[in-house]
């Protein structure tokens, strides 16, 4: 098993950047395919970006693509979500999410790793 730790979240006005962390507890995250999901106020949890376990593919939301990046370093076990251009409908709880397996997915079902949790706030 894995054990998964956002951070990094906060408080940032309309057009400014965060970005978000995900560490693994296990020595090694090979293998792992990760994404990022969140969930709005009054809204369903929703996938955001994906990416394999060797770095090389990625996959992103529509309404997050080419504002968001989402990247890997596996010598510090840790996935990292770069957003920028923030807006308000952005704002959400945001979650990490790992998988073993060689494929990427979108679909929150389909995760058994998720950590607890990291607060995105925009302010208009």
């Known amino acids: 098993q894995v054990q998964l730790v956002e951070s990094g979240g906060g408080l940032v006005q309309a057009g400014g950047s965060l970005r978000l962390s995900c560490a693994a507890s296990?020595?090694?995250?090979?293998?792992?395919?990760t994404g990022w999901f969140r969930q709005g106020p009054g809204k369903e949890n929703e996938f955001v970006a994906g990416?394999?376990?060797?770095?090389?593919?990625?996959i992103y939301a529509d309404s997050v693509k080419d504002r968001f990046t989402i990247s890997r370093d596996h010598a510090k076990n840790t996935v990292y979500q770069q957003m920028n251009s923030l807006k308000p409908e952005d704002t959400a709880l945001y979650y990490c999410?790992?998988?073993?397996?060689?494929?990427?997915?979108?679909?929150?079902?389909?995760?058994?790793?998720w950590g607890q949790g990291t607060q995105v706030t925009v302010s208009s």
């Open positions: 999410a790992a998988e073993i397996t060689d494929q990427v997915r979108t679909t929150s079902f389909e995760y058994d790793y």
């Open positions: 296990k020595r090694t995250f090979s293998g792992y395919a």
């Open positions: 990416i394999g376990w060797s770095g090389g593919y990625t």
